[in-house]
């Protein structure tokens, strides 16, 4: 099992409670990383290897060509509508929150489960 960088997990944890104070957010050890929920819904997964992050097919393709974001792949095939970003794309607490509110415009919009 691959291990979950903590300074990166706890950098996103402090970022989804200062981007959705109002929502239940949760966590949970699945793929080998750590995983947060928002509603109940998948929102981003912290590993060792950078920031995994849901955003839903409408604005997928889009943010496919932004720097430093790469297709989800767990199984030889890409997973729609969710994202890997390189190191290079969260070094800075703004990039990441960046990232964060493009996959909570998604998933708040989304009903509670």
């Known amino acids: 099992m691959a291990a979950i960088d ?6 996103v944890r402090e970022s989804l409670f200062n ?3 109002f929502a239940d957010i949760s966590e949970r050890k699945m793929f080998g990383s750590l995983i947060f929920m928002v ?3 998948m929102t981003c997964g912290v590993g060792d290897e950078g920031l995994m992050l849901r955003v839903g097919a409408g ?7 932004q720097p430093h974001a790469g297709e ?3 199984t030889g095939r890409p997973m729609k509508g969710f ?4 190191w290079q794309g969260i070094e800075d607490d703004e990039d990441l ?4 509110e ?4 998604f998933i708040l919009a989304q009903p509670r489960k």
């Open 72 to 74: 989800m792949d767990f």
């Open 97 to 100: 929150c960046s990232w964060l």
């Open 59 to 65: 604005k997928y393709e889009h943010a496919l060509t």
């Open 102 to 105: 493009l996959s909570l415009s």
């Open 6 to 11: 903590e300074g990166l997990a706890q950098r």
């Open 39 to 41: 509603n109940g819904h």
């Open 83 to 86: 994202l890997y970003i390189t």
């Open 19 to 21: 981007l959705a104070d």
